[in-house]
């Protein structure tokens, strides 16, 4: 038997690793797995982060923020992959700051387009020119994530 066999369905049925984890998406179990991509994907949004504020020299002392609040969400959503507590405790809280951190940092960046000579005027030319403004909101999408993995139930 190879490595996605799972287990024995029945008689003579073999039950794929892929089904199982079909039939428990369907179902709603999902926390485990959603646990361990926000992890995942919180230290790949704020490397894309890091690398972009350390371009512009961290010119403000809120570009560090992003940076500050990935540890804690990061270390829950890993924890939370084995246990129950901090997936349903420990995850939203740091989720919700994240996710907290993302909607500031829209408000950040579309004040950067205003602050472009022209502002919100020369929309055309100062939107690609200034701070990226869909940025922060993967930032609000990973923090959902997170949030949703809560309500989630456990994998079987």
């Excluded at 039950?15 to 179902?27: F, G, K, P, Q, S």
């Excluded at 926390?31 to 512009?56: I, M, N, P, Q």
């Excluded at 700051?97 to 000579?117: M, S, W």
Aim: aromatic residues 10%; charged residues 15%.
């Amino acid at each position: 038997m190879s490595w996605f066999h799972r287990r024995q369905a029945g008689p003579g049925e073999v039950v794929h690793l892929i089904d199982r984890m079909t039939t428990n998406i369907e179902h709603g179990r999902f926390e485990r797995s959603l646990s361990g991509l926000t992890a995942v994907a919180a230290l790949v949004t704020t490397t894309e982060v890091f690398a972009e504020h350390y371009k512009a020299s961290f010119g403000n002392k809120w570009m560090w923020s992003p940076i500050l609040v990935t540890p804690p969400v990061v270390i829950a959503g890993i924890v939370g992959v084995w246990s129950k507590r901090w997936a349903k405790t420990v995850l939203p809280i740091t989720a919700a700051i994240y996710t907290a951190n993302g909607l500031a940092g829209e408000y950040f960046h579309a004040r950067g387009v205003a602050r472009k000579p022209g502002g919100w005027a020369l929309a055309s030319y100062n939107v690609p020119m200034g701070p990226p403004i869909a940025a922060p909101g993967l930032m609000c999408v990973v923090g959902g994530m997170g949030l949703l993995a809560a309500l989630l139930r456990r994998e079987k």
